[in-house]
């Protein structure tokens, strides 16, 4: 079995920082990509950033710089700091790691962690 965990969210004023985590644990050989996409209310899921094994790293346009993903491949972690938060970016944000198990590659998905932006 193997989940995938997020957690950092929370409620922000508009230009603040988030620093969201996310864990990848359980029988899995290797993590390929792992990286994160949001959904708000109404609108598509999109992918917001995302990070290979070898640290390529891909973001939308819309993040505009103002985003970073890191990951810890010891920890099986990655990381999104966020700055200078818009209400724009107020989504669940999901991570997702793609899992190599028995051979096999999928993707994992978490449950979310809500960011709201608000003044």
């Known amino acids: 079995q193997v989940q995938v965990v997020e957690s950092g969210g929370g409620l922000v004023q508009p230009g603040g920082s988030l620093n969201l985590s996310c864990v990848a644990s359980?029988?899995?050989?290797?993590?390929?990509?792992m990286g994160w996409h949001r959904q708000a209310p109404g609108k598509a899921r999109e992918l917001v950033a995302s990070?290979?094994?070898?640290?390529?790293?891909n973001f939308a346009d819309s993040i505009e710089g103002r985003f970073t993903i890191s990951r810890d491949n010891a920890k099986n972690t990655v990381y999104l700091q966020m700055n200078s938060l818009k209400p724009e970016d107020t989504a669940r944000y999901y991570c997702?790691?793609?899992?190599?198990?028995?051979?096999?590659?999928?993707?994992?998905w978490g449950q979310g962690t809500q960011v709201t932006v608000s003044s």
């Open positions: 359980g029988s899995f050989s290797t993590i390929g990509t």
């Open positions: 997702y790691a793609d899992l190599k198990v028995w051979g096999v590659l999928y993707t994992e």
């Open positions: 990070i290979t094994s070898g640290n390529t790293i």
